[in-house]
């Protein structure tokens, strides 16, 4: 049996928050008598929350770990529905169901988290053939408080700290990882990775899409209004984009005006819909101290031999194209393509004949 002190040193060895939830969970299945561990993550989209399983691990082997990303969010659960962890989610205190008698079976659910936070909430569920002593229970108590303190270091670490969301740095992180497809048979392909100079070699799923977001005439708002009104306006379009995607969106702040989204979905349409619905909101938003502020956004399909650099680039060009149709567009760097405005010499005879048509 791995040692507690072991599992501590796997804890805090790691530098992606996404892997903490399953360390943690084999941290508890070795040193704990459970049979199940369970670790609920509360999702929300459009104000909707339900409870999605990114965990599950039985100690007789076997289990999985979700992808947010890659869920139907229709099919989860709703909070309300599953009454005992929202209960324990509501008042941040231990749950326990019996079912069989005080000496029998049961479930007992913790908070995974200490505070009623926001973007991060979710249950801890231990189910064992008896209750948990004492000990056990503390135990459960000493791994808890190391993993939130892991995880908020690792929050802070994959933060832009003015906008409160993901980092450059993070972008490729989430790239190598969360778009990592383990299915047998996808298909492998080499990408280069210029920030270590070195090959990598990853597994690129259908159905990912990186979007950039750039806000229109920010270097004109910055000299009219100065610095911290400038400031201002990008934690404000930051608020907009947290309240605009699904919260298992990934979002990004790359520095200065420009933003990034990294989704999951399975179709086109639906991505444009999304940016589309937060371009409107951003313009239709009442920016006091400025007045009307407009963003251009564009997004591209991750393909299997793309870095996070070369599909940045990919998104970019679509940004630069609805820019150049006056602003306050959202573009599809794969349509664009398909109607010839990126590519060979034909392609930039028709973009310099009709920049402007979307």
Not at 99 to 126: C, H, K, N, Y
């Amino acid at each position: 049996m791995t040692t507690f002190i072991e599992h501590i040193v796997k804890l805090t060895d790691h530098r992606d928050r996404d892997l903490l939830e399953l360390t943690l969970s084999k941290a508890l299945i070795d040193l704990l008598p459970v049979r199940r561990i369970v670790i609920a993550r509360v999702m929300r989209e459009d104000g909707v929350g339900r409870w999605l399983e990114v965990a599950r691990l039985d100690a007789q082997g076997g289990g999985r770990v979700i992808d947010p990303q890659r869920v139907d969010f229709q099919s989860l659960v709703m909070l309300e529905d599953a009454s005992d962890r929202y209960e324990c989610l509501t008042t941040r205190s231990r749950v326990e169901i019996a079912w069989a008698g005080p000496d029998g079976p049961r479930i007992t659910m913790l908070p995974l988290f200490s505070d009623s936070r926001s973007d991060d909430q979710g249950v801890l569920e231990l189910h064992s053939d008896a209750a948990l002593c004492p000990d056990d229970l503390t135990l459960v108590d000493y791994l808890r408080r190391i993993y939130r303190n892991m995880y908020s270091l690792l929050e802070y670490s994959d933060r832009d700290a003015l906008t409160g969301l993901l980092n450059r740095k993070s972008l490729d992180d989430a790239f190598y990882s969360a778009v990592l497809e383990d299915l047998d048979g996808a298909t492998v392909a080499p990408a280069a990775v210029e920030t270590t100079g070195h090959e990598r070699r990853h597994r690129v799923p259908v159905n990912y899409w990186l979007g950039s977001a750039c806000v229109d005439n920010y270097a004109l708002i910055n000299d009219k209004h100065g610095r911290a009104v400038a400031d201002e306006v990008l934690q404000l379009v930051a608020r907009i984009m947290s309240n605009t995607f699904r919260t298992y969106d990934r979002l990004y702040h790359f520095g200065g005006e420009d933003f990034g989204v990294l989704m999951h979905c399975p179709d086109e349409a639906l991505v444009l819909s999304a940016f589309d619905r937060f371009r409107a909101n951003v313009e239709k938003f009442n920016f006091a101290r400025v007045g009307r502020v407009t963003v251009s956004c564009g997004f591209t399909s991750v393909m299997a031999d793309d870095s996070p650099k070369t599909a940045m680039e990919k998104t970019q060009l679509a940004v630069d194209f609805a820019r150049r149709g006056g602003g306050n567009k959202a573009c599809s760097h794969l349509g664009l393509v398909q109607r010839g405005f990126f590519g060979g010499p034909s392609s930039r005879r028709k973009q310099g004949r009709d920049e402007v048509t979307l």
